[in-house]
């Protein structure tokens, strides 16, 4: 070998070696400087805005969701970072218009309300007298119902008798009151799950049957039990207007309906379809140095429901994975290990994108030493559990304490804990046999408030809980991609009848969805 090249190399070697000391050497100037950052000049407000307001909901295959990949790719390339997005399927693509829902009788009135993703647009307005579907004792009765509802518009929920939510009722009611409300609340829905049990039909199989009946549109509520807050999920009606209401308008109807009034409504949307539309992850890499083929994954769900604007899920979790990166690339780039970024796609519709990345890349993921995933609100983060990994304690325990005092000591830990086999996109790496964690936050109500509802939008967003997420997940991102120790993907040993969960296969496109 030439000597000139032999002592080039030799010398980028002590180079890299130097920087990795140094890292460990200086870290905690260097921790100091991204705290100071993250308090007091940090982007989420900025990207929140970009990503929310601008861009908006991100149902796989829209405009909005492909628009969304392109921005994170754009928004990383000002920073220096490599991003590309990767395409491992198809979806329907689908584009959400405007909802017009009138009452025209007995009286008029404005109905708060939307259409349900990817159903069809009404062309021109559906006007039609409103059913409510009854209480049925037996598959035959709602057969003979069912021939009556051409040419109408059924309601397919649960009437819901009060509007208040359950923590009003206990804090406000008497007892013997409380106690029969609850009594009331359990029996009706009781009594309408029998219902649909008697159909012998699943609620998807339900609506097609009276679709082909001839019925001219469905309407649902979807209520979570807090004021205000509906789940908008998919259209399971295939050529007729399907769309949510609000709890109280749902009830004006259906009692309407049910006290013999007939009232009717007029349907008008505006969404497109739009074919089908390749769908995508998004990976961002900063190299390492000395390990460049170890990697520390960071992991967010880009992709939401589109009731709303998608923020605490998975907004949030798109834009501290992405302020992680900033103030990596910033502060401390040259780091042993790899830093790989992946928002996913079509977390919502059962985590396609990450089984996909599991699927298409095996090289790339046996070369993943940890992942931390962050999938669930606003809160700070308070729970790390082992995912079954038998010396997760020994790695991450040491790495948590990194964390200033005032954050860590809000965080509960469970080692080695028990594998995730679903729920959220880090269980698709932990099926592998990688040890990857999730990132669970303090709850602000999310199940009832924001999750998958009309309601998840910016102004839900803590950012001061979100500041010290973006603290605690840099520090614990730049530990692991540090440390000059092996990371262990050792398994415990499972309770009896438990088993490790398996990789399972993406859905890669949109049929029978």
């Known amino acids: 070998m030439n000597k000139k090249y032999a002592l080039l190399g030799f010398t980028a070697l002590v180079s890299v070696t130097i920087n990795a000391q140094n890292f460990q050497q200086t870290k905690q100037n260097i921790y100091n400087q991204i705290i100071n950052e993250v308090e007091t000049n940090n982007q989420l407000e900025h990207l929140a805005f970009e990503l929310l307001d601008e861009i908006g909901p991100r149902l796989v295959g829209s405009p909005q969701m492909e628009k969304a990949h392109d921005w994170v790719v754009s928004t990383y390339a000002d920073w220096n970072i490599k991003a590309e997005n990767i395409p491992y399927g198809e979806w329907k693509s689908w584009q959400r218009g405007t909802t017009e829902i009138t009452m025209t009788s007995p009286r008029i009135k404005s109905i708060e309300g939307t259409q349900l993703a990817w159903n069809s ?4 307005a559906v006007e039609a007298e409103v059913v409510a579907m009854p209480v049925f004792q037996s598959k035959a009765e709602f057969e003979t119902w069912a021939n009556a509802v051409k040419g109408k518009i059924v309601m397919i929920s649960q009437y819901q008798k009060s509007g208040r939510p359950e ?27 029998n219902s649909i049990k008697a159909t012998e039909k699943s609620l998807r199989e339900l609506v097609k049957y009276l679709e082909n009946k001839g019925a001219a549109g469905f309407v649902q509520s979807y209520n979570t039990g807090t004021m205000g807050a509906n789940r908008i999920f998919y259209s399971l009606a295939q050529t007729v207007p399907m769309v ?29 379809n739009l074919g089908n539309t390749q769908t995508f992850n998004t990976i961002a890499t900063i190299p390492g140095k000395t390990k460049p083929n170890e990697y520390v994954m960071l992991s967010a769900h880009l992709d939401s429901w589109d009731g709303a604007q998608g923020a605490t899920d998975n907004g949030t979790g798109t834009i501290l994975m992405m302020e992680v990166a900033r103030l ?3 502060y401390a780039p040259n780091n042993d290990r790899t830093i790989v970024i992946g928002h996913w796609g079509s977390e919502e519709q059962g985590l396609n994108g990450s089984r996909a990345y599991i699927m298409d890349h095996p090289t790339e993921v046996q070369k993943i030493k940890v992942l931390f995933n962050q999938d669930s609100g606003t809160g700070r983060i308070n729970y790390i559990g082992g995912q079954g990994f038998t010396n997760s304690y020994d790695y991450l325990g040491n790495w948590l304490q990194s964390v200033p005092e005032h954050i860590r000591k809000h965080i509960k830990t469970d080692f080695p804990g028990m594998p995730q086999s679903g729920g959220t996109d880090n269980a698709s790496f932990v099926a ?6 999730n990132l669970s936050t303090q709850n602000w109500d999310y199940g009832q408030y924001t999750w998958h509802t009309n309601r998840d939008t910016y102004d839900k967003i803590v950012f001061e809980e979100l500041e010290k997420n973006v603290i605690t997940t840099t520090l614990l991102t730049l530990e692991a991609a540090n440390d000059p120790n092996e990371i262990s993907n050792e398994k415990r040993v499972l309770p009896k009848d438990t088993e490790w969960p398996t990789v399972k296969e993406p859905k890669r496109n949109s049929e029978d969805y």
Do not use: C, M
């Open 244 to 272: 949510d209401v609000s709890l109280e308008d749902y009830g004006l109807l259906y009692r309407l309906a049910t006290n013999g009034k007939s009232p009717k409504i007029k349907i008008n949307t505006h969404s497109k």
């Open 121 to 124: 647009n009404t062309k021109k």
């Open 167 to 193: 923590n009003q009722w206990k804090e406000h009611a008497t007892e013997e009151d409380f106690d029969t409300y609850k009594k009331e609340k359990t029996d009706d829905l009781t009594a309408w799950n």
């Open 432 to 437: 592998a046999g990688i040890p990857a964690f």
């Open 328 to 330: 990596i690339q910033k």
